[in-house]
T-cell receptor
């Protein structure tokens, strides 16, 4: 079945710096790759997603890139702010397209 | 719209006790999911229901059962709770399969002693 690896597990940056989180997946048939943000004590919420017919997608300070050949995708956050501090999860759809398999998460800390 | 709701919010069980976690959504979504979240392990899929009338095992189904009661409701049952099932449980739903945003409920924090 699908397997998603996420790195790093923790990331500390200074306010204003950029942060990059990387994920790899195993199933070449996967075609949907969302990123979720989870603040402490809250539920995960979608922040951006990308489909396999697109190589890059941006939404203000957040961007996601996808390399289908290498089976990896990355989240880029520019000009980080303290409110970006949270746990970020990548995910990939399973082969049947019926469920998401999540990475183990990255705890991002932005210090001012 | 309330979105995805879960009950209860907190629960403490003794080993061997049973309980059912309830989940409901009012967004007319077809697909529903149960996850457990443990520190350092991310969100692991327990069971899912791609559409009303179907259920499938996820990554960690042992010790759990599910029922898709109707299009709105998807329950998770622990028949004989074990300390290893101490976790935060999230229910989620999506419009159709995995091409759309998944909406999560607020979670249930379960402790098994």
């Amino acid at each position: 079945g699908e397997n998603v690896e996420q790195h790093p597990s923790t990331l500390s940056v200074q306010e204003g710096d950029s942060a990059v989180i990387k994920c790899t997946y195993s199933d070449s048939a996967s075609n949907y790759f969302p990123w979720y943000k989870q603040e402490l004590g809250k539920r995960p919420q979608l922040i951006i997603d990308i489909r396999s017919n697109v190589g890059e997608k941006k939404d203000q300070r957040i961007a996601v890139t996808l390399n289908k050949t290498a089976k990896h995708f990355s989240l880029h956050i520019t000009e980080t702010q303290p409110e970006d501090s949270a746990v970020y999860f990548c995910a990939a759809a399973n082969q049947a397209g019926t469920a998401l398999i999540f990475g183990k998460g990255t705890t991002l800390s932005v210090s001012s | 719209n309330a979105g995805v709701t879960q009950t209860p919010k907190f629960q403490v069980l003794k080993t061997g006790q049973s309980m059912t976690l309830q989940c409901a959504q009012d967004m007319n979504h077809n697909s529903m999911y149960w996850y457990r979240q443990d520190p350092g392990m991310g969100l692991r899929l327990i069971y899912y229901s791609a559409s009303e009338g179907t259920t499938d095992k996820g990554e960690v189904p042992n010790g759990y059962n599910v029922s898709r009661l109707n299009k709105r409701e998807f329950s998770l049952r622990l028949e004989s709770a074990a300390p290893s099932q101490t976790s935060v449980y999230f229910c989620a739903s999506t419009k159709q399969r995995q091409q759309y945003e998944q909406y999560f409920g607020p979670g249930t924090r379960l402790t098994v002693t």
